[in-house]
């Protein structure tokens, strides 16, 4: 019993078992949060707010993009697309090509895939190309399209090569349920 009761002291001490108490000193100045929330979208989404940002906090826009909670993973993916993460920009262009957590915005999405494609990713550099030879938020431009899937096939991604493979059938890489997206537009 006494032992228990030494560790409840300690734990009071220390301000564990009352972090709102923990962020202010024994002479009454803030001291900063000595409990703060960690692994939780919640706790990195404040952690980004307070530019501590880490790559790994993309984990977090990734769940939060599974469990439909696109307005909280456009929030995370867009701190870190910001600071550079070239896999950051690769969900915000899926983001915001599909309008999830915002209203659909293809320039703003080839714009992400553009970033992503120079920050080094060959993903990025695959979906720009994609873009240019649909048009889709740039100027349609076949040939220049073509030229970035073929590069982005030589240095590996899977899916350009299938593209590539396939003398650029672009119904190899999207399904039939997105042909509407990428028609032509008569307004």
Known sequence: MW???R???AITALGIASPALAEQGIDGSVEGTLN???LSIRGALDRLRHDEADPMLGIYGYAAAKAGDNVTARELFGHLAHRGNPE???WMAWLEDNGLG???APDQAAEW???AMVAGSEIGQFNYGLDLMRGRGVPRDVEA???AVREAAGRGETSARMLVENDF???VVTPDADDWKYGDRLY
Request: charged share 40%; no cysteine.
């Open 36 to 38: 703060p929330e960690e």
């Open 102 to 104: 915002g209203p659909e």
């Open 145 to 147: 399209g073509k030229a």
């Open 113 to 115: 895939d553009r970033r």
């Open 7 to 9: 560790v409840a002291a």
């Open 169 to 171: 059938d672009l119904d």
């Open 3 to 5: 032992q228990s009761l």
């Open 88 to 90: 950051a920009m690769e």
